[in-house]
């Protein structure tokens, strides 16, 4: 089953992309299937040209993940300005726009084009979560979550943001010094990760019953493309309830509580 640009509009719609919104999109458009181009334009100038012209970005904003996760721990220098991105080619056509701006994290960085892709992707902490970070201004700003064919569980990092903020036991602040291309050359400049702690032998569920408790109290909007679907949620919300779930149980974002409490004195 083939889809179209006008499917492309129609299923954005739906899922409430409209003028003047601040959209997160994460895709993968395999599942999407074959699409059928309208004059010169390919599957992906469709799926970006829609976005940009349904959010208007003299008003709106788009921002995608835009990070190179391989670079870390080697020395091979992060260039904001040249380093493709990892995160799917949605985000690498983002990315090389006309004015976008990117963060300086080298392995997870954002990038945005718009009215405010300044203020989401401009100077601010040096960890991926937190305080001051590109996810936290999206939560604030409630902007709204776009998944491309696959399902919000599996491609929200918001949950991690909240892992942060709640003080989770089994992650830990980790610095890495990696070489950045400046204004005045290269530098090597500190950079943080909230990572896993390998000797609590974690097992993630996949956000299954971050999820689940979610749904309870919203609907998940969705819509059919192709051959697959896409999905979408408000950022803000899914962070409150998300919060809810950790007052509930710390650990639930793990299958289980860990046996091997490495973090305990």
């Given at each position: 089953m083939r889809y179209s640009k006008k499917d492309i509009c129609s299923a954005y719609t739906k899922l409430g992309v409209t003028h003047g919104k601040t959209v997160l999109l994460k895709s993968?458009?395999?599942?999407?299937?074959?699409?059928?181009?309208?004059?010169?334009?390919?599957?992906?100038?469709?799926?970006?040209?829609?976005?940009?012209?349904?959010?208007?970005?003299?008003?709106?904003?788009?921002?995608?993940?835009?990070?190179?996760?391989?670079?870390?721990?080697?020395?091979?220098?992060?260039?904001?300005?040249?380093?493709?991105?990892?995160?799917?080619?949605?985000?690498?056509?983002?990315?090389?726009?006309?004015?976008?701006?990117?963060?300086?994290?080298?392995?997870?960085?954002?990038?945005?084009?718009?009215?405010?892709?300044?203020?989401?992707?401009?100077?601010?902490?040096?960890?991926?979560?937190?305080?001051?970070?590109?996810?936290?201004?999206?939560?604030?700003?409630n902007a709204l979550f776009v998944s491309v064919g696959l399902h919000p569980r599996l491609t929200s990092a918001v949950v991690h943001q909240v892992e942060l903020m709640m003080g989770v036991p089994y992650r830990y602040t980790k610095e890495f010094l990696h070489p950045i291309v400046t204004e005045t050359g290269i530098e090597n400049q500190p950079f943080y990760l909230h990572v896993l702690r390998r000797e609590c032998s974690i097992q993630r569920d996949l956000n299954a019953k971050i999820f689940a408790y979610y749904e309870q109290e919203h609907a998940l909007a969705s819509a059919t493309l192709g051959m697959g679907n896409v999905y979408s949620l408000s950022m803000g919300t899914y962070y409150a309830t998300t919060q809810k779930a950790f007052l509930d149980d710390l650990f639930v974002w793990l299958k289980e509580e860990p046996q091997k409490k490495s973090y305990r004195i």
């Amino acid at each position: 089953m083939r889809y179209s640009k006008k499917d492309i509009c129609s299923a954005y719609t739906k899922l409430g992309v409209t003028h003047g919104k601040t959209v997160l999109l994460k895709s993968d458009i395999r599942p999407l299937g074959l699409y059928t181009p309208a004059e010169k334009e390919t599957v992906v100038q469709a799926h970006i040209s829609v976005l940009c012209d349904l959010i208007d970005l003299s008003e709106g904003t788009l921002v995608v993940n835009a990070g190179s996760p391989s670079l870390c721990n080697t020395n091979t220098p992060y260039d904001p300005a040249h380093t493709p991105c990892e995160m799917g080619v949605l985000s690498e056509q983002v990315r090389t726009l006309p004015g976008a701006v990117r963060t300086q994290h080298p392995f997870y960085s954002y990038a945005a084009v718009g009215k405010n892709a300044d203020f989401f992707c401009g100077p601010g902490a040096r960890g991926v979560f937190g305080l001051n970070t590109p996810k936290q201004r999206l939560i604030d700003a409630n902007a709204l979550f776009v998944s491309v064919g696959l399902h919000p569980r599996l491609t929200s990092a918001v949950v991690h943001q909240v892992e942060l903020m709640m003080g989770v036991p089994y992650r830990y602040t980790k610095e890495f010094l990696h070489p950045i291309v400046t204004e005045t050359g290269i530098e090597n400049q500190p950079f943080y990760l909230h990572v896993l702690r390998r000797e609590c032998s974690i097992q993630r569920d996949l956000n299954a019953k971050i999820f689940a408790y979610y749904e309870q109290e919203h609907a998940l909007a969705s819509a059919t493309l192709g051959m697959g679907n896409v999905y979408s949620l408000s950022m803000g919300t899914y962070y409150a309830t998300t919060q809810k779930a950790f007052l509930d149980d710390l650990f639930v974002w793990l299958k289980e509580e860990p046996q091997k409490k490495s973090y305990r004195i």
